[in-house]
Nanobody, 121 residues
Framework: QVQLEESGGGSVQSGGSLRLSCSASGYKYSSFCMGWFRQAPGKEREEVAVIERDGTTRYADDVKGRFTISRDNANVTAYLQMDSLKSDDTAIYYC???????????????WGRGTQVTVSS
């Protein structure tokens, strides 16, 4: 089945930047919706950013203007550019994929193992 692997996490000071990558293997469908989620210690996992088949993007309010999601459709790679990082961005970041139907995303069903992002004050 399709498998996702995140990379690019690490430690950075407040105000710094990181760029996460998500690579897929065993790609089954011609197109996926791609998303980034995060889970901070003791908190529920939350949606950070999603890019749909037509390029439409959406972002969590907390990251608007700071994070940018993009994708390389040919290489089935998704990215999350994170700028102006804050300490409360510290979390495990997960890449996820969903098939599309009628031009819209179905529920996310494939998940990576996650990559740790730590932002120091």
């Amino acid at each position: 089945q399709v498998q996702l692997e995140e990379s690019g996490g690490g430690s950075v000071q407040s105000g710094g930047s990181l760029r996460l990558s998500c690579s897929a293997s065993g790609y089954k469908y011609s197109s996926f919706c791609m998303g980034w989620f995060r889970q901070a210690p003791g908190k529920e996992r939350e949606e950070v950013a999603v890019i749909e088949r037509d390029g439409t993007t959406r972002y969590a309010d907390d990251v608007k203007g700071r994070f940018t999601i993009s994708r390389d459709n040919a290489n089935v790679t998704a990215y999350l550019q994170m700028d102006s990082l804050k300490s409360d961005d510290t979390a495990i970041y997960y890449c996820a994929a969903a098939t599309t139907y009628g031009g819209r995303c179905t529920p996310f069903s494939v998940w990576g193992r996650g990559t740790q992002v730590t932002v120091s004050s």
